[in-house]
């Protein structure tokens, strides 16, 4: 049995995967806590009702971005620069995944009790939940823009022996 082929970007499809999911889980936490904010001082329950289901599909989203990043990751050309951002980039991944589910789980159960408002504390936890979230973003910015990971001519230099 032979390994699939990999592209210019060392990949065995056209682009990387990872990117395109979790740019959609970053999207829908970031809009679940939007709405529990507005729907918080606003009193509006609709906002509340889409915040809650924001979150529940980024948190079954979330572990797709986790497992195409892990897969990816492993066909990347990995050099010692770029490696414990990559280490603090998956740490904080597989916590976020944790921890987004946990979110969603606390919501459920504020949903599940048929209440008009979410608690202060709920709103404390999102915005925990949002600052992890921006210090991933900036971590996998990093591994894309700093370290090349899966960018054409950086894979093609590391496949000519340059490395960082």
Request: glycine letters at 6%; aromatic letters at 16%.
């Amino acid at each position: 049995m032979s390994a699939l082929p990999l592209n210019s970007q060392n990949l065995p499809y056209p682009d990387p995967l990872h990117p395109i999911i979790v740019h959609f889980v970053i999207a829908m936490v970031f809009f679940s806590f939007f709405c529990d904010v507005v729907g918080y001082f606003t009193r509006n329950v609709r906002l509340l009702e889409v915040s809650f289901w924001n979150m529940f599909v980024a948190a079954i989203a979330i572990f797709m971005a986790v497992i195409f990043g892990q897969f990816e990751a492993g066909l990347a050309n990995i050099y010692a620069a770029a490696q414990p951002t990559l280490n603090f980039h998956t740490i904080m991944g597989w916590s976020l995944a944790a921890i987004v589910v946990a979110i969603a789980a606390w919501r459920l159960v504020i949903r599940n009790r048929r209440t008009q408002k979410i608690p202060p504390a709920y709103l404390g936890a999102a915005t925990f939940l949002i600052c992890l979230m921006f210090l991933q973003v900036y971590l996998g910015s990093k591994l894309f823009w700093v370290y090349g990971f899966h960018v054409e001519p950086v894979v093609e230099a590391m496949k000519r022996g340059v490395s960082g």
